[in-house]
């Protein structure tokens, strides 16, 4: 009984360290990657870092983002971007480009699709 209390205890301290689990698998950051390379790249830049637009990966974007659920960002995204023309990504293209997003600030990819209940990285 004390192994398994200690075990849990040291699930939950990692968890604490590492933040809540993001799912989202390598093929929808896959295709995010290339929904970011035709809408978000020339404002935002190569990977996130911030061109035109604000950046989307590091520090800026975890001190905005981090911790609050993904779909916060995933529904800004919706009503904002891209800025010549909002409101017209699709879901699946939105699932992707948060998926690529929160693979670009750290999230590992899994075998779970992204849910839009996920945080975003802290």
């Not at 870092?49 to 779909?71: C, I």
């Not at 995204?77 to 293209?93: F, G, H, I």
């Amino acid at each position: 009984m004390k192994l398994k209390t200690t075990l849990a205890a040291a699930a939950f301290g990692a968890s604490l360290m590492t933040g809540p689990a993001v799912a989202f698998t390598q093929d929808q950051a896959d295709k995010g990657k290339s929904e970011y390379n035709t809408h978000c790249r020339t404002c935002h830049g190569s990977n996130g870092k911030g061109a035109l637009g604000p950046a989307l990966a590091g520090d800026p974007a975890k001190q905005k983002w981090g911790g609050k659920p993904s779909s916060e960002y995933r529904a800004f995204v919706y009503e904002n971007m891209p800025q010549t023309a909002p409101k017209t990504l699709s879901d699946e293209q939105l699932d992707a480009l948060t998926a690529y997003t929160l693979s670009l600030n750290g999230a590992t990819p899994g075998d779970k699709p992204y849910a839009k209940e996920d945080p975003f990285p802290k």
